[in-house]
């Protein structure tokens, strides 16, 4: 198999531990996981030392966008969190004024 991007020499946290793995990007998605040394890849990047964990969830994040921006707001908000590993948030309304209905929201 032809992989878009190749992680290799990664310490990958499963729900089994921590064990050494490559993993195998294709389409933009994961598509092996495992001993991938000599499949092919146009890009790679050496792990070593490095642990790769799944994406991190969120579940109560504060934006302040609208109305109190000068705290934060959802560009500043969300660029936090990729920078620390969160791939997923779910917003809690703390806005002027409430965010509480899809006519609000927009």
């Known amino acids: 198999m032809r992989f878009d991007f190749l992680i290799r020499n990664a ?43 799944p994406g991190l969830i969120d579940t109560q994040v504060h ?4 109305g ?5 707001n959802l560009e500043s908000g969300t660029r ?4 620390g590993g969160v791939t997923t948030i779910f917003e809690m309304p703390n806005t002027n004024p409430n965010t509480t209905t899809k006519e609000a929201l927009e």
């Open 11 to 53: 310490r990958l946290a499963t729900s089994q531990g921590v064990e050494p793995a490559d993993i195998g990007i294709a389409d933009g998605k994961i598509a092996a996981i495992g001993h991938l040394q000599g499949e092919s890849h146009a890009e790679a990047f050496d792990a070593k030392h490095l642990v790769v964990m």
């Open 63 to 66: 934006f302040r966008e609208p």
């Open 68 to 72: 109190l921006e000068h705290k934060e």
């Open 80 to 83: 936090s969190a990729i920078a």
